[in-house]
């Protein structure tokens, strides 16, 4: 090469290491805009009288966040504590916790802050706190046992609370081993292990659990490869059950699982809690 070459070579690459510098540099910057797609609008109590029980829960986390969530009380013996995903807000899941309480659960769901009208911006930290305050307040306020459904995202708040406060089982849909590995697909040519700062890592984090888990996958999930959820399944400790619906992506596992799901869920409550003959509220 001659000396004009190697100079123009050189030029190339240091102009695409600018490049990738920069592109980083705005990843990091931007990955909270990248990761959290909150709806930050306040819900409103729904209408109709089947709604009549349904309240508005006001909570304040650790660090003075506001947050607000849902609590639908039933008089049947487990109360479900719904961790959402990184979109939306409580409203954008009436319909699926609906179906919940008209099968006689009762229903607590979390809007974390940033959502659904809730102060603050979203962070794993945050999140954390608005989980324990949620927490702090059923153990409060209600005798039933309390379980965890983790949607996505919210897996890695599910999973968090249920080391903290074990629940009488754990429910996991669309969940995911870390946040990190989750954005390897999305940004493979990115250094994300290095720049990532809201982590999740339930896989480092499950065999501390101490109750039954349910997980439940869609088999065509393009969010979230199966081989993650997999691994956090595989490292848990048991006892557990697994559930994958055919031909179900990463948002619509209820609908397309149909009553196929729900017969799903309500066995595994029934057996691992509700007639498990570890379970101290057992009716003999």
Known sequence: MTQSTDYLLWTLLRGLFVIYALIVGGVYLLQRKLQYFPNPQEV????GS???DLKTVQ??????TTTFSWYWPSPGPLTLVFFHGNGGNRGNRLSW?????????GVFILD???YGGSAGTPTENG??????????WLRENTHQQLIYFGESLGSGVAVEMAIRHPPAALIIQ??????VDVARKSYPYLPVSLIMKDRYESLKKIDGLTCPLLVIHGQGDSTIPFKLVTALYEAAPGPKDWFLVPKANHNDVASVGGQSYWNRIENFLLTQVITSPKNPLRAE
């Open 44 to 47: 409103s109590s729904p209408l």
């Open 50 to 52: 089947e709604y009549l």
């Open 59 to 64: 909570l304040v986390s650790d660090d003075g």
């Open 97 to 105: 916790i609906q179906e919940f309480h008209r099968r006689g659960y």
């Open 112 to 114: 974390y802050r940033g």
């Open 127 to 136: 999140f954390y706190q608005d989980g324990q305050a949620a927490i702090d």
């Open 174 to 179: 669309s969940g995911f081993s870390s946040a």
